[in-house]
């Protein structure tokens, strides 16, 4: 996608959709098709990364002080804001892709039907799937279709679909570790579910006695030890701890029920999804000579709150 994503005057998708410039070639109850130049759908494409990449900051900052900081803080809890660290960098990954959701609701959805050049209906309200394309005549297509899942299923899903297409794609024989490390997400989805990370965050949070054990002196989940664990590592020790925690599952070893597994393994899903998010933003900016305002904003925030060492894999390296 064109964009120079300009700090000021940052237009996000909802706004864009108020105010931007585009037509909405047709509209059913099985999609909406909206038509604009490549420019502004990237633009707006683009400035939500930002923000979603602004979200995920606060979260990886907020779960660094709960590992570090010398006051206790709930493994259990911590493990959510892990989540949703990795929740809103896979969001900006899908953003950053071009297939993506957009959560619509039924006056959004009418106020886009309205403006169809053909209608026939419009989709129900709830997660859409949102795809980017080119038309003819080079112009960008952005199609609406309903997902059929809950937000955070959509998104995973649209996650694992990019995934998966990542992998097909990797070449084995030159690039060992990118092959690995994508392998590892897909294989991960193929184990648990396409949103299993979601699923689990719902178990640890809301099922009685599942994780929060600490009145009982059980620490049934250790965050704050996996975290620490992970911050240190080089991205070949990354790759063969992810690959180790799998191999746990699929042996047998680690039960499939077990939250002192299956965090440790959200973990590591928190960092990759981290890792590819923010070196793709950095590279599409960098590619069409983008403005990096925002980004050096985001990473004095990060730098002033999350100590860094040379080596390690990104979410705590300085850059």
């Known amino acids: 996608m064109e964009t120079k994503i300009y700090f000021k005057g940052a237009l996000p998708l909802r706004k864009w959709r108020e105010a931007g410039s585009y037509v909405v070639v047709s509209s059913d109850s099985k999609k909406i098709v909206l038509r604009a130049s490549r420019a502004e759908v990237g633009n707006a494409f683009f400035t939500d990364v930002e923000f979603l990449l602004d979200h995920a900051a606060e979260h990886q900052a907020t779960l660094y002080a709960a590992i570090e900081e010398a006051s206790w803080c709930s493994p259990a809890w911590s493990f959510v804001t892990a989540y949703y660290w990795s929740f809103f960098s896979v969001l900006a990954l899908t953003r950053l892709a071009g297939d993506s959701t957009w959560f619509l609701d039924k006056t959004a959805l009418i106020a886009m039907e309205k403006l169809a050049q053909t209608s026939s209906g419009r989709p129900g309200a709830g997660t859409q799937f949102m795809t980017v394309s080119l038309d003819l005549n080079g112009d960008a297509e952005v199609t609406i279709r309903p997902s059929g899942k809950n937000n955070h299923e959509a998104v995973w899903n649209r996650a694992m679909l990019l995934s998966k297409r990542v992998l097909a794609s990797a070449n084995k024989a030159s690039s060992l570790d990118e092959y690995r490390f994508w392998k590892c997400i897909v294989e991960a989805?193929?184990?648990?579910?396409?949103?299993?990370?979601?699923?689990?965050?719902?178990?640890?949070?809301?099922?009685?006695?599942?994780?929060?054990?600490?009145?009982?002196?059980?620490?049934?989940?250790?965050?704050?030890?996996?975290?620490?664990?992970?911050?240190?590592?080089?991205?070949?020790?990354f790759l063969n701890d992810f690959e180790s925690e799998l191999y746990r599952i699929t042996s047998g070893v680690a039960a499939l029920t077990s939250p002192e597994y299956l965090v440790k393994l959200a973990l590591l899903n928190a960092f990759a999804v981290s890792l590819v998010a923010n070196s793709l933003h950095k590279d599409i900016l960098s590619r069409v000579d983008g403005d990096f305002r925002w980004s050096r904003m985001r990473q004095r925030f990060l730098e002033q709150r999350v100590s860094t060492s040379f080596g390690n894999i990104w979410p705590f390296e300085a850059h």
């Open 189 to 237: 989805g193929f184990l648990l579910g396409e949103a299993w990370p979601s699923h689990l965050r719902n178990d640890v949070n809301y099922i009685p006695g599942y994780a929060y054990g600490e009145v009982r002196s059980v620490g049934i989940i250790k965050t704050a030890a996996d975290v620490r664990r992970l911050k240190d590592m080089s991205f070949r020790d």
